[in-house]
């Protein structure tokens, strides 16, 4: 890629609204206000025009068609021009909140770029079309107000036909730690505090932290760390007793300042142990935190604990976003044979998996580890997930994994709504979402995912797809879960109520997730971090050839899946007749063993003509009463039940019956 196409991507892509240029006709923004309420009909907008277009590398479209409906951008170029196109049609089709930055100029031109960097330059054949569009990416792209950008996820909505598993009753507090070990309920170390977010608004409605708490110490710690992110517990080892805390970073001022609860804290967790503290951040931007207020922690000022802080250097959202930008121009939109990535996007992976890595022999070695960055919500989340990866195979099932992701990114308060531009308070004010919140740190960690799933496809119930999926989704706004910032706007707005959960999509569609050469074992994690690669499932998803492979290995994967199933019901059938015939001998040989025991009491009491029964088993009672008649021969007595049997029929049944002078009357046959 040329460098001056380069200047024209980093151009392209700081436009978020012209706030100069205001649409003539703007009408659907009058009497909007900011509720959507339940009664009121949600319609995409619709549009449809031809104009030129210029994409990605200078590809020239005379000519194309663009259609807007059930608020989706479709770009249709002409049938004649496809060969010409290096990109399949999927490039051509986004949702409008995975608008990026658009602008538009005096000469009918229209510039869009989107979060996933595919660039179009707009030409209209006339001036009506033009502002039509515009207005529609001011509004349903970049909108001011709150109700526009949940409308396509509420209209989803009422679209989607729900499956047999709602989404958001996956997650459950309670549930999830005792899945890990810890019954809350019986449990006098561990308390699940009330937060009801009054104590931190980020925070998850419940949380759970040491049992000696009141109200009033959470108070005083939340106080001493940056947005009231006190250490909590999200994970627990159930085989040594170790744990994973998280929280944001202390209010230590060069280590000037201290908190006694948060000492004590700090004390209650580590009890006997050795306490680890990860902090994400490289030392010197930790350093740089001090100037304002913030830093880590002073060991001096925790004089009784044994403890180690561990600064992991991983990159802060700025910097993150600026990587995978010039990951795209450098390699991804790049056509040179062997482009050169100077993007560092693979460097901060590898650094995040070697953190996460050590994290989890800390917990194996028996120590606690508290894991912070900043605020706690963007590396902090990569940390624990990742690390919990390594450490509990739960988390590599489908299921395991959504629960990992609901309770680590979603309920922890990742902020998903600023993290991909889908609304800011900034918009009210200056109608743009700012730049400098946006970073895609949760694809970040989903393509560190990938790795190790790569390299230990075996040990995973799911598969690439899942992690692809996930990545497409979180940019555009048809889901609640990634719709907002936290659990606390999660309710403000309605969301599992008037949105769907992205896990009713993958739960209905679970076949396509599925590894079906995934083996359910306790092997531990390995990888090769020369074997890091590109994650060309979801980078190079657009390209021609890729869709085709993707096209194949779907259609393998399906009959992969197919013999799967019938080899599994196959062996649910053997083992259904194994276990029947299994009972069935288990019960013959019971019988027999029976048998034998009352040949053996007959043969052990018919010694004479009197025969006392008194002893004789109710079996053997009554199979004497079922099959034998009574004659004045020879008389045997039942104290119990004064019955007399002949020696005629004792004869038939195969026993030796005596007389009085003891000479054998029959012999068994």
């Excluded at 060991?299 to 990159?315: A, L, T, V």
């Excluded at 040990?459 to 936290?486: P, R, S």
């Excluded at 079906?516 to 021609?544: A, T």
């Amino acid at each position: 890629m040329s460098d001056s196409n380069k200047k024209e991507i980093l151009v392209i892509e700081n436009f978020y609204l012209n706030q100069n240029k205001q649409s003539n006709n703007s009408n659907l923004q009058k009497n909007s206000n900011d509720i959507l309420t339940d009664n009121e009909k949600i319609e995409s907008p619709e549009f449809n025009c031809f104009s030129e277009c210029t994409f990605n590398n200078n590809e020239i479209l005379e000519k194309v068609n663009i259609k807007i409906n059930e608020f989706i951008f479709h770009i249709f170029p002409d049938l004649t021009n496809q060969s010409k196109i290096s990109f399949n049609s999927d490039f051509f089709c986004f949702s409008l909140l995975n608008v990026k930055g658009f602008e538009s100029s005096k000469s009918n031109k229209i510039d869009i770029i989107t979060k996933d960097y595919r660039y179009f330059t707009f030409k209209f054949f006339n001036k009506q079309d033009y502002e039509h569009l515009n207005e529609i990416l001011t509004i349903y792209s970049f909108p001011s107000l709150t109700k526009h950008f949940k409308k396509y996820a509420f209209w989803y909505k009422k679209n989607f036909e729900e499956g047999k598993i709602n989404g958001w009753n996956i997650y459950n507090v309670e549930e999830e730690f005792n899945e890990q070990g810890l019954n809350i309920k019986d449990n006098k170390k561990f308390t699940l505090f009330q937060n009801n977010y009054k104590i931190c608004e980020s925070y998850p409605k419940q949380f759970i932290i040491p049992s000696y708490l009141n109200e009033d110490d959470i108070i005083k710690c939340g106080k001493y760390r940056t947005k009231k992110r006190l250490p909590v517990l999200t994970y627990y080892y159930k085989k040594n007793g170790c744990s994973i805390w998280r929280s944001s970073q202390p209010k230590t001022k060069f280590g000037l300042t201290s908190s006694d609860k948060d000492v004590e804290l700090l004390k209650k967790i580590a009890g006997i142990k050795n306490l680890k503290i990860f902090d994400a951040r490289p030392k010197l931007n930790a350093f740089a935190n001090s100037l304002k207020g913030a830093g880590f922690e002073n060991i001096n000022n925790y004089p009784d604990i044994s403890m180690e802080i561990i600064f992991c250097d991983m990159s802060n959202i700025h910097n993150v976003r600026n990587s995978l930008k010039q990951f795209y121009l450098n390699v991804i939109y790049n056509r040179e044979i062997k482009p050169v990535d100077n993007s560092q996007w693979y460097d901060s992976i590898i650094t995040m998996i070697k953190s996460a890595e050590k994290i989890y022999k800390s917990i194996k070695n028996d120590s606690i580890v508290l894991i912070h960055c900043s605020d706690g919500w963007d590396r902090t989340s990569q940390l624990c997930a990742l690390s919990q990866i390594f450490l509990d195979k739960r988390y590599r099932t489908i299921n395991g994994f959504i629960k990992l992701i609901e309770k680590d990114w979603l309920s922890f308060g990742h902020l998903f709504c600023y993290r991909y531009g889908y609304y800011n308070k900034s918009n009210v004010e200056q109608k743009f979402t700012k730049e400098e919140q946006r970073s895609p740190i949760f694809i970040q960690w989903l393509d560190a995912v990938y790795q190790i799933v790569n390299q230990n496809s075996e040990k995973f119930e799911f598969n690439i797809n899942l992690l692809t999926f996930l990545a497409e989704e979180v940019n555009n706004g048809k889901y609640g879960t990634f719709l907002f910032n936290n659990e606390k706007d999660r309710e403000l707005n309605f969301a599992k109520e008037k949105t769907i959960s992205i896990w009713s999509e993958i739960k209905k569609n679970e076949y396509l997730y599925h590894n079906p050469i995934y083996k359910d074992n306790n092997n531990s994690i390995e990888i090769n971090y020369k074997r890091i690669n590109v994650w060309s499932d979801y980078f190079y998803r657009f390209e021609k050839n890729k869709q085709d492979q993707i096209y194949l290995n779907s259609q393998k994967f399906k009959e992969i899946e197919k013999k799967n199933l019938n080899l599994q019901n196959k062996i649910n059938y053997s083992e259904k007749q194994l276990n029947f015939k299994t009972n069935k001998i288990n019960e013959l040989e019971s019988k027999n063993k029976l048998n034998e025991k009352i040949i053996q009491e007959f043969a052990d009491l018919i010694n004479n003509s009197k025969i006392d029964t008194s002893n004789l088993s109710k079996e053997a009672k009554k199979i004497l009463s079922e099959n034998l008649k009574f004659d004045n021969s020879f008389e045997i007595i039942d104290k119990d039940e004064n019955s007399k049997i002949t020696i005629d029929t004792l004869s038939k049944k195969g026993f030796i019956i005596k007389n009085v002078d003891n000479d054998p009357l029959n012999k068994k046959k």
